[in-house]
């Protein structure tokens, strides 16, 4: 065991002496997996369109508007200054900006004279989207004000008031009323939304975590035939002819060692896609330990058997960073299967990514357990024992 653990640290320290493997280890996977997921929503986004306001009256109708959009569910409202609206809007980083000028009060919006002012992009769907927020919003509030009035021009009719201020408490009153029952008013509009299953089971978020992982891992594993061969050519395999460690203690030393720092990226790109990207991966923790555990092994596996049909270390590498772009591209690393015709996605399930890739959705997107994952696992397993079998009785030490 300790000769075991000898070889396997020896392999860690190599790799990691230089500092730029922390670079393909750790930082390049989280970053693509960032970026390709779409800067890592988390799934209860507001995706209403931004709208930026600029509040210079600052009154009770003023407020009102406001406060109509904000319940909007096309535009999420930003109250900024003038000159951070104007700033934004030339460098184009805002759609649309509303300015609601000082002077709006009751009586301009009950003699239409009221004036707003509204800057749009050209040709932006999203600003023709907030023009028609904006305009229900105005509306609405307009309504209510018209409501109010014509109940006291009524009641005037009937009984005058006995002074201004009567009148003034009872337009207040008739608003609030008017107010209250717009606001109680029935949707025009009900939005149903399909139950018809999606015949595609596609995340954004779930497929990139899951895709990069398999991919950043595999490739690594896969350059354990440039570990062979950079032993080979160094002479230091026939060195251990010189030693009482035999084949297998050397195998399975650097093979452990591998799968060990392989598990221990999987294990932190998992984390990453937890903590940052708020997915499940921590829903079934021992199902996906197996489906991880069989994941590394099979890629080791294929790494220790292509490094015995390769000579030198530049074929190694050349070799491991194809296929394993291959196979993660052909395994639905990078596109779902279901993309792909009928033929191609049997075709593919020779190669352990995709087994990898579809135990990973099993257990991120479906919800499945243990037993979903298990027939993945199994066929992982597979690959590991014939990929193992191959490079045993191919190793060599010259």
Known sequence: ?????????????????????????????????????????????????????????????????ISDLENSSAVRTEIVAREEAESQFENRRASVVFIIPAGIDIELLQNGSAEVELFQQPNNLNATIAERAVLTAIRRVSSSISAAQNAVNVREAKQPFASGAE?????????????????????????????????????????????QLITWVFIPLFGISALFASERQGGTLRRMLTTPARKSTFLFGTISGQVGMALIQMFLLVGFGIFAMKLNWGREPFALFVLLFASALAAAAFGTALGTFIKTTGQAVGLSVMFGMLFAMMGGCMYPLELFPPAVQNTVRILPTTWAMEGMLDLGLRGGGLMEILPEAGVLLGFAAVFFAVGVMRFRYE
């Open 1 to 65: 065991m300790k000769k075991i653990f000898a070889i396997a640290w020896k392999d860690a320290v190599i790799r990691f002496a230089s500092k730029s493997e922390w670079l393909f280890f750790l930082i390049l996977p989280i970053t693509f997996t960032f970026l390709i997921a779409g800067g890592v929503p988390s799934g209860d986004d507001d995706h209403r369109i931004r709208l930026l306001v600029v509040d210079e009256a600052q009154t009770s109708i003023s407020q009102q508007i």
């Open 167 to 211: 009148k003034q408490t009872y337009f207040e009153n008739s608003l609030e009323m008017a107010q209250s029952i717009q606001k109680d008013a029935p949707e025009r509009v009900t939005v149903i939304e399909s139950t018809t299953p999606d015949g595609i089971d596609y995340d954004p978020r779930t497929n990139t975590s899951a895709g």
